[in-house]
């Protein structure tokens, strides 16, 4: 079992390059999200989806798109970078709160810290 | 404006002392809080969890202590060891389940040997 891994871990661009951030679940997990964690922040919602073709908006979703085709892989796309999307991402997946076999938490992936120019 | 807060950002604590971290949340709809511990460069680890319907609940030396009229939670650990050296957030959520996380901005505990 890996858990949830995240690609890359360190990833540098320019101002207005678009990338995608990659997270993938081996648990069978229905519910991902995004968050991203900035200098003396708390963790900050981004996007979040209950199951395969269903996404939502979290807290801090502007400037970020994210879709999800199968269980096990949430993308995260920048469209165009800004200085102000430098930060740490994290992944995380759970079960959802209905599934008979819910646990308590999410479970985090090792993140990925990008840097915009 | 912050829904969950911790408002010490820093807390050093001697080995086998306790430790008291604290958090408070403004949101009433809150049902569900839970405890993670992050170490630099890696991802949160869940460490314990509460539901609104308990005031307390023990895992090993971790005991988080919830009081819903002061809308205030704390964690303790005891004894305290130099591996507890990291940074805590609290995080709450509505519905029951650990879904759509609204995290504080974490406390960094070092225990010192």
């Known amino acids: 079992n890996a858990g949830v891994t995240q690609t890359p871990k360190f990833q540098v661009l320019k101002t207005g390059q678009s990338m995608t951030l990659q997270c993938a679940q081996d648990m069978n997990h229905e519910y991902m999200s995004w968050y991203r964690q900035d200098p003396g922040m708390g963790l900050r919602l981004i996007h979040y989806s209950v199951g395969a073709g269903i996404t939502d908006q979290g807290e801090v979703p502007n400037g970020y798109n994210v879709s999800r085709s199968t269980t096990e892989d949430f993308p995260l796309r920048l469209l165009s970078a800004a200085p102000s999307q430098t930060s740490v991402y994290f992944c995380?997946?759970?079960?959802?709160?209905?599934?008979?076999?819910?646990?308590?938490?999410?479970?985090f992936g090792p993140g990925t810290r990008l840097t915009v120019l | 404006d912050q829904q969950v807060k911790q408002n010490s950002p820093s807390l050093s604590v001697q080995e086998g002392r306790i430790s008291i971290l604290n958090c408070d949340y403004t949101n009433s709809m809150f049902d569900y809080f839970l405890w993670y511990k992050k170490y630099p460069a890696e991802g949160p680890t869940f460490l314990i969890s509460?539901?609104?319907?308990?005031d307390k609940n023990e895992d090993g030396r971790f005991t988080v202590f919830l009081n819903k009229s002061a809308k205030h939670l704390s964690l303790h650990i005891v004894p305290s060891q130099p591996g507890d050296s990291a940074v805590y957030f609290c995080a709450a959520s509505e519905g029951g389940g650990s879904e759509k996380l609204v995290f504080g901005k974490g406390t960094k505990l070092t225990v010192n040997p």
């Open positions: 995380a997946s759970s079960y959802t709160r209905k599934a008979p076999h819910a646990t308590d938490t999410q479970y």
């Open positions: 509460i539901s609104s319907i308990k």
